[in-house]
């Protein structure tokens, strides 16, 4: 099979044979050309200077004395004309969005040659379409006559005074703005055109640097580009070569052949140029595959150049991958077998895909999360460890910026100071923000140059981060330096949140051309790069609907309707030149082998993109279908466990010989054996986080604390109703106790930094509801006076002996009462509970030991723990537990006691059985042959901090 620009070649060198010097070759593209060049050394026998190699674009504007400006600058001016003729107190930011579509009409209406007055016409002024429209087919007509009939419709459409408003202003901003580009020497690509066009219309005879131009390869053409090619033609200087197919040329229903069918008829090909035109028909082998996944389609890459066999070859323009989903590029480069030695990607990477932009994404939520106050900056702490932490800044100190996150947790620092930030050059121009509007571009562009050269020092890093960061910097400047420009035309000052709205605006819109060496090896391209170029294989990843043909729903002040009456671009002819790309690379290959992603995500449908479908049904050929499916196990039906050994047993035996066994860790075991197993045993710490805001355990905590702060000068006093009726009187007091307790739980500060601190948000909210618990606390305690304090929050522990493995073994046991009083001749053991409190009942002592249960009675077996305990302390006392619920703390009446058999404990009768039990459970727990098993409620996974390990929760 020849390719299409093979022939060109061909024909070429056949009807210059004198020389290719003084001829310009046109092309969709600059890789198109390069491959051209390749083909035309195969009939070059001596040495020879080749023919000039242009996109038609390059053409165009090489016949214009304007500057194009950046975008940016394009929408500052536009924004000034907006302003003089609308009137409008919009600013700038607000104007960029709606600038941007302006500027795209406006562009649109000058390369189609479209009439301004006509198409932005006065509803006042229209009299009659047939006489003003003359120049428009019947069905145009029509149109026209349909939508501003519509118009004049009031009652039925809503906002049609707003939309009349502007548009009736757009005709003088539309002249404006091209009379003040005009005489600054600048012009947008349009307006360049346009103004060609106008002056071969008024018979201007261009100088033609060459003595003859090829155009080879276009589709989609524009009303200027026609007259420019018209013109040529006449001149005698033109050359044309159309790539198409009869299969869709011929088939007036198939989109493929829209623009072609046109542009063959007005621009006909030489008469000695003869190519296959019947290609898309022949045998081909096509396989569509269906992946539950998008970066797991790159995947069927090995597999698929494996199968080519000899039809795969290192060649330039033998295989190509083609990336339908641009997204891809990174996991298809991971694909690709080490054995390929030359693989050449051409194609534009989205900035918005790349970890330097999710950089600029994180420095921006930086700065805008600041707070400076008496001089000072402080950090959100999120975005700080966001940004120490991201992939770009590995390698700077990390060690030092290791700790630093590891104490800043411990510390539970919300907002971090700047100081203490400063771990290199580059964290100090990181987090040293710039005091002044409009210094934040400058503060970016600093921080980009110097990862550039951390980066360039770094071997592993790729040379597209680089070319990205370049690129990005580059961007940075132009928002920068045009938010200058705008300030000073304008006088308006242009604030910081506005430069970033403007900036990610920018950067979502921008590819980086990633270019290697076009004639090189395997080739993973765009779908733009595929334009004219031929490959006997083929692999496009992203065969979806929305990726091709994409989403094309482009903005516009111009109606629909509008846009079809004066030819103007539509949807459907977006889809038709997709169609064309699409086609045209598939017609003359001899193997296909396309995927698509099942999963909605994104714009993602998840379908099959429909010119797979016209494959499958429309075409002649026989394509195979095939589903991978990842095999996914469930861990459901695996469960975890850890089997004891003697060495284990004694080293349980050993550290609970010392340290005393806490009734939370033996809670925790008969919840879940296993995670005992991975807290206790094997030392897994919980996940160390900063609380942002308080959640029940810290609430809990900042509650305990301000109780043992309330009764901690009258341990060992009998306290009498007085004394209760004056602290709650001391709303001072109160207040002081709560704020040393949120200083030193939450702040993680000494006690007595209390008076500076700010509470504010959640934290100021917990405050006052602890001080509302604190004083129902006092009343609660009020109505059962005389109540003498024991102790708070102090440790008490006792041995328990018991037989293990035939062997007598002795372990101690204790922890932290919350509250020890006595009351009525009764020892109490209280407990402060801030959680959920299912139940303080029971009926038998074997159900508090049961670790198979699905609700536990932990509160319970706690309370039991330590009267047991405590009647190692005062054995002849009658010891009772409670549990002050604060969720039940303000109904009538309240009584914290555990019941048993629905009467107030009293634990005295029950020591030896629960002392037996409690043996039993030990010569369990640390047995030799013990097994830590998972707990068979998965619902108890939910806030394990180890459900991770267990897949479970």
């Not at 994180?362 to 900056?377: D, E, Q, Y």
């Not at 771990?423 to 140059?449: A, D």
């Not at 039940?888 to 009467?903: D, Q, R, T, V």
Request: net charge negative; proline share 4%.
């Amino acid at each position: 099979m020849k390719k299409f620009l093979e022939s060109v070649a061909e024909y070429i060198i056949e009807k210059h044979p004198d020389g290719l010097m003084d001829i310009c070759m046109v092309f969709p593209n600059r890789r198109s050309g390069s491959f051209f060049i390749s083909y035309l050394r195969e009939y070059v026998e001596d040495t020879v200077i080749s023919p000039a190699i242009c996109t038609i674009h390059e053409v165009l504007h090489g016949f214009t004395d304007y500057q194009q400006p950046d975008r940016l600058k394009l929408i500052a001016q536009l924004y000034q004309s907006f302003q003089k003729h609308s009137k409008s107190k919009e600013s700038f930011d607000e104007f960029y969005y709606w600038g941007e579509v302006l500027l795209s009409d406006f562009d649109d209406i000058d390369k189609y040659l479209v009439d301004p007055v006509d198409l932005f016409r006065n509803l006042s002024e229209l009299k009659e379409i047939d006489y003003n429209f003359t120049y428009l087919e019947e069905e145009q007509k029509e149109v026209l006559k349909q939508f501003w009939g519509s118009l004049g419709r009031w009652d039925e459409f809503k906002n049609k005074e707003e939309f009349l408003k502007i548009w009736n202003v757009l005709l003088p901003v539309y002249n404006d703005f091209k009379e003040s580009l005009k005489g600054q020497g600048l012009a947008y690509d349009g307006m360049m055109l346009r103004e060609l066009a106008k002056n071969l219309k008024k018979g201007e005879v261009l100088e033609l640097p060459f003595r003859n131009y090829y155009f080879v390869g276009l589709n989609a053409l524009n009303a200027c580009e026609k007259h420019f090619l018209s013109y040529l033609k006449n001149q005698g200087k033109a050359g044309f070569f159309w790539d198409f197919d009869v299969a869709y040329m011929e088939d007036r229903k198939q989109e493929a052949g829209l623009f072609l069918r046109d542009n063959i008829r007005q621009f006909p090909p030489p008469d000695e140029f003869l190519f296959a035109e019947e290609e898309f028909s022949k045998t081909k082998n096509i396989e569509f595959i269906a992946v539950p996944s998008s970066q797991g389609q790159s995947q069927v890459i090995p597999d698929t150049l494996q199968k080519l066999g000899a039809d795969f070859q290192e060649k330039f323009d033998n295989t190509a991958i083609v990336l339908a989903d641009e997204s891809l590029l990174f996991p298809t480069l991971g694909a690709i077998p080490e054995p390929i030695e030359s693989v050449n990607v051409t194609m534009g990477y989205p900035v918005s895909n790349s970890g330097i932009f999710g950089f600029i994404n994180v420095l921006a939520a930086l700065v805008k999360s600041s707070r400076a106050k008496n001089g000072a900056t402080s950090f959100y702490y999120p975005y700080v460890f966001d940004v120490l932490s991201h992939q770009l800044m590995a390698g700077v100190e990390n060690e030092a910026v290791k700790t630093f996150i590891k104490e800043t947790k411990k510390a539970n620092l919300i907002y971090i100071p700047q100081e203490s930030l400063y771990f290199s050059g580059l964290h100090k121009l990181i987090f040293q923000l710039p005091q002044h509007e409009g210094g934040i571009s400058t503060y970016f562009c600093e921080i980009l140059k110097s990862l550039h050269s951390h980066l360039a020092g770094n071997n592993q890093s790729s040379k597209l981060i680089q070319e990205i960061l370049v690129s990005i910097y580059q961007i940075i400047e132009q928002v920068g330096q045009t938010i200058a420009d705008v300030e000073k035309e304008s006088g308006q000052p242009i604030s910081d949140p506005i430069f970033f709205r403007l900036l990610f605006q920018h950067l979502n819109n921008i590819n980086v051309a990633y270019e290697g060496e076009p004639l090189k090896g395997l080739q993973v391209i765009g779908i733009l790069e595929t334009r004219l170029l031929d490959f006997k294989n083929i692999i496009i990843l992203g065969l979806n609907e929305d990726y091709w043909p994409k989403a094309t729903s482009v903005p516009s002040f111009i109606p629909h309707n509008l846009h079809f009456a004066f030819g103007l671009p539509s949807v459907d002819q977006r889809d038709a030149l997709q169609a064309y790309y699409f086609y045209r690379l598939v017609q003359r290959a001899k193997n296909l082998t396309a995927t698509y992603n099942t999963v909605k995500e994104t714009i993602n449908r998840g379908e099959l993109s429909r010119f797979g479908y016209q494959l499958i049904y429309d075409s002649p050929h026989e394509v195979k279908q095939k589903n991978i499916a990842f095999q996914l196990k469930s861990n459901k039906e695996k469960h975890l466990s850890a089997v004891s050994s003697p060495q284990l047993s004694e080293k349980l035996l050993r550290v609970y010989a010392e340290k005393p066994l806490s009734p939370s860790a033996i809670n925790l075991y008969m919840n879940c054996k296993y995670r005992y197993y991975l807290r206790y045993v094997v030392g897994l710490p919980d996940k160390d986080e900063i609380r942002e805001e308080v959640d029940g355990q810290m609430f809990g905590n900042i509650f305990h604390l301000a109780v043992e702060y309330l009764y901690e000068n009258v341990v060992g006093q009998e306290l009498s109703k007085e004394w209760f009726q004056k602290q709650l009187q001391d709303r001072k007091n109160i207040d002081s106790l709560v704020r040393q307790a949120i200083s030193v739980a939450y702040f993680k500060k000494e006690r007595g930094d209390y008076l500076q601190l700010e509470l504010e948000g959640n934290v100021l909210l917990i405050y006052e509801y602890i001080k509302t618990y604190i004083r129902q606390l006092l009343k609660v305690d009020a109505a059962i006076t005389p109540v003498e304090i024991l102790a708070c929050e102090e440790n008490y522990h006792r041995e328990v002996e018991f037989v293990c493995d035939g062997r007598n073994k002795k372990v101690k046991i204790g922890g932290n009462i919350d509250r020890l009083d006595r009351v009525g001749g009764l020892l109490r053991i209280i407990d402060y509970k801030t959680g959920n409190v299912k139940s303080l009942s029971f009926t038998e002592l074997d159900e508090i030991f049961d670790p198979g249960k699905k609700n536990p009675k932990k509160e319970v077996f706690q309370a039991l723990f330590y009267s047991y305990i405590i009647n190692s302390y005062y054995p002849e006392a009658e010891v009772s537990a409670g549990v002050y619920d604060l969720k039940k703390l303000f109904g009538e009446p309240f009584s914290p006691l555990i019941k048993y058999n629905k009467k107030d404990l009293v634990f005295n009768p029950m020591v030896q059985e629960f002392k037996g039990l409690l043996q039993g459970l030990f010569a369990e727990l640390f047995s030799a042959n013990n097994e830590f098993t998972q707990t068979p409620h998965e619902e108890h996974c939910k806030p394990c901090p180890y459900k991770q390990i267990c897949h479970r929760g």
